[in-house]
DNA sequence: TTGAAAGCGCTAACAG
DNA sequence: CTGTTAGCGCTTTCAA
């Protein structure tokens, strides 16, 4: 039983195809007795149209690229469950691709998008994408009149919609919050360094503790590559001349931070704070529990989808580029004094 | 700038469109000169071949179709890891849809898939769709001869590829390791008792119970509904007459019985062991730490892409359908006494 | 009430 | 070497 097309109904009724194209699609132009025998065929024989032709005929595939950079990252996944809830709603579906953090992948992905498979895109950018600071490839996919949507990592020199997380606020008031209940000696720790969000959070460190007339020192701002020993890191932290503070940009260097520090027999929070970024699934589960930036990953999945499609749906009136600046919230737990 | 075809550049030279076509695809057929000049005006314009013609012409889309029941859940994170990672190596991407455990939903997604939209799909049932037992949809879509491969949620009524994990071998082999740590009244709690998956857990564990002559109790068999308290459900267990023994069915409530069982300042391994299934984030930072069962997440999704690949690009001849059981691994960590 | 024809963008067999 | 034609599956004028 081979997929049945509007041709063969057509022929197994003696009628020509535009028939049976609105029998099935319950023309008035048709008769209703006709009509019926088409319809109850088609139905007993589970005809489907073919998306692809009426894709191509309308010009619109009511799909919507995505683009993430790494899906087990939980903040990645929880935007991409945002993404998909609201697009589902409003009547479109996802088709998704990972780059790994690679840019080759990711103009790979860009090029296949743009070649009429989806109607927007939505996407992240990868962390060597950033590193290079090259966006040529995506400069091309706005010159294809295709809308698109950039979160949480974007450029600079791309003009779209957007939507970030006020990730230099969410630095600023967190180091703040940690002075107030206070920390003298607040020491970061990075795996993304690379990255506009890591860069910008290290911006709101520095401002808060200048206002509050804090040094800065470069032996606070801890830059972890991928096969740096976190332990020997944290050692030139808490061996001598101690922090009192740590706040490490991810979940899982927040975690094993906790784990360093309580290796060393500091107790957390009396000697030393801990504060990560990404709420996720682990922070709430540790102990002591940590204290942690939650970036609500899910709201900004939704609010891309929906300026994407709202862009997609009024090609028409070129409503200027807008970005939005997505608010974070510190979630006090237990690796953290209170005021 | 609109999107560029074949016919523009066609009108612009003044040639044929096939003529262009054969230029920009490199064919012998056409002059040097004139492939260069058209080449390079396809190249200033960017022109991409539109993918929808394409593939409505060759009735072959590259791309495959997952059905995951919830993202947010680690082990399906994992498992569309892995199939994105297979899928785009063997040159397919991926279209992702969540049915969040609804049956109604699922239908949906299978009704689009296979409308030709995708050369193939993958799925693991939702919930509602195990419990209810009805798989007429899926019936439907095998009549479309569309390869499919079923993963982890299975079911016995429809004859396809399927991957699935040793659960039966899991929890008998967990449960026997406990007994061999000295446990004797072992507890299963479980929030997937509608699952095939939940049910073969259950079979395996009474197995070792048997085979070591402890008797199975009902009590000892605990099924958590979303709105339960499981602090109470467990205090059942903890309170007179306490287990010794926890065998969680899911990373999460493995670490809420862990969490649960130390409020009741129960020592953990050594008043009562703890043991969960799926080997995610959690599960490594808690403390103890937890010993899980790792189903190999990663390489399902890739062994589930890989047979659907291979029935896709071999149609002609029809292999027979296959199920591949993945065996699973006991990661011991902390919460389990050791032999 | 039904059908013929054109066209979405592309390729490929076949002529010229 | 280049062009014509047909066709993938469908919708939509426009004729009959």
Same mark, same amino acid.
Request: glycine share 4%; aromatic share 8%; proline share 4%.
């Given at each position: 039983m081979k997929k049945i097309t509007l041709k063969d109904i057509a022929s197994t009724f003696g009628v020509?195809?535009? !028939?049976?194209? #609105?029998? /099935?699609?319950d023309s008035h132009e048709i008769s209703s007795e006709l009509k019926a025998k088409i319809q109850q065929f088609a139905k007993d024989h589970h005809y489907r149209p073919n998306r692809l032709a009426l894709n191509l005929l309308k010009k619109s595939t009511k799909t919507i690229g995505v683009i993430v950079p790494n899906i087990l990252n939980y903040f990645f996944t929880?935007? %991409?469950?945002g993404i998909e809830q609201m697009a589902n709603k409003r009547g479109y579906n996802i088709i998704s691709c990972t780059t790994n953090e690679s840019y080759l992948k990711e103009i790979k992905t860009v090029e296949l998008f743009s070649a009429g498979t989806v109607d927007g895109m939505i996407l992240s950018l990868a962390e060597e994408t950033q590193a290079k600071d090259d966006v040529e490839h995506l400069k091309e996919f706005m010159g294809a009149r295709i809308p698109m949507v950039m979160f949480d990592r974007v450029s600079d020199k791309i003009e779209c919609d957007k939507v970030i997380v006020d990730d230099f606020e969410a630095a600023y008031k967190t180091t703040g919050h940690l002075i107030k209940t206070g920390c003298r000696k607040i020491a970061v720790v990075s795996t993304i360094f690379n990255s506009s969000v890591g860069k910008l959070r290290i911006d709101g460190y520095k401002k808060a503790l200048e206002e509050h007339g804090l040094a800065f020192e470069?032996?606070?701002?801890?830059q972890v590559n991928k096969d740096d020993d976190l332990e020997l890191l944290l050692s030139f932290l808490l061996d001598d001349d101690p922090v009192d503070a740590i706040m490490a940009l991810d979940e899982m260097t927040a975690v094993d931070v906790l784990n360093i520090? #309580?290796? #060393?027999?500091?107790?957390?929070?009396e000697?030393? &704070? /801990? $504060?990560? %970024? !990404?709420?996720?699934?682990? &922070? #709430?589960? $540790?102990?002591?529990a940590l204290t942690m930036v939650s970036q609500h990953g899910k709201y900004i999945g939704e609010m891309a989808a929906n300026m994407l499609i709202d862009r997609i749906e009024n090609e028409g009136d070129d409503l200027p580029f807008s970005t939005k600046l997505?608010? !974070? &919230?510190? /979630?006090?737990?237990?690796? !953290?004094k209170s005021c």
């Open positions: 020509s195809i535009s !028939t049976v194209s #609105k029998a /099935i699609n929880q935007v %991409f469950y470069e032996r606070l701002n801890v520090v #309580k290796l #060393k027999n500091k107790a957390v929070p000697e030393v &704070s /801990i $504060v990560g %970024f !990404t709420n996720g699934r682990l &922070s #709430k589960y $540790v102990s002591p997505i608010k !974070t &919230s510190l /979630i006090e737990r237990a690796s !953290t």
